[in-house]
């Protein structure tokens, strides 16, 4: 399966960004955090993936500390996406990895509200959903 990187990194810089707002460097080795938005927690998983290649390692540190440093600096968070561009291109199982992961995801900043007896909401749901009552499932 061949992996646009280009749309990976794009796809996943909203995500990213938003992790490296919220920790700064400390992202890269932070456990989950169970307060942190969807958002945030997706960029986590991220950037754990790519922390795991260990010969990439002090490119990303010095990337991540780059963008943490300043926010809002273009050319820090373009430095950023160009490292993980490059982690991408040199590892084509990580890519993968990647798009799978990124594939579940839903929008960057994507909220969702439930409203009223029995109301459920769910970004993905791969089963069934039952709020009570007599439900019958049948396949």
């Not at 919220?22 to 938005?37: C, E, F, I, S």
Request: no cysteine; charged share 25%; proline share 3%.
């Amino acid at each position: 399966m061949a992996v646009d990187v280009a749309q990976l990194v794009e796809q996943s810089w909203p995500f990213v960004g938003a992790a490296v707002g919220a920790y700064g460097t400390a992202v890269l080795t932070r456990a989950g955090d169970a307060g942190a938005t969807a958002t945030v927690s997706m960029g986590q998983r991220v950037l754990h993936r790519l922390w795991r290649r260990l010969e990439s390692r002090p490119h990303l540190l010095r990337a991540v500390e780059g963008a943490a440093r300043d926010p809002e600096d273009d050319d820090a968070q373009a430095a950023l996406r160009s490292e993980i561009r490059r982690l991408l291109r040199e590892d084509e199982e990580l890519a993968r990895d990647l798009a799978r992961l990124l594939s579940d995801a839903g929008p960057a900043g994507a909220t969702y509200q439930a409203i009223g007896q029995g109301s459920v909401v769910a970004g993905v749901n791969h089963g069934v959903i039952s709020t009570g009552g007599d439900v019958t499932v049948e396949r």
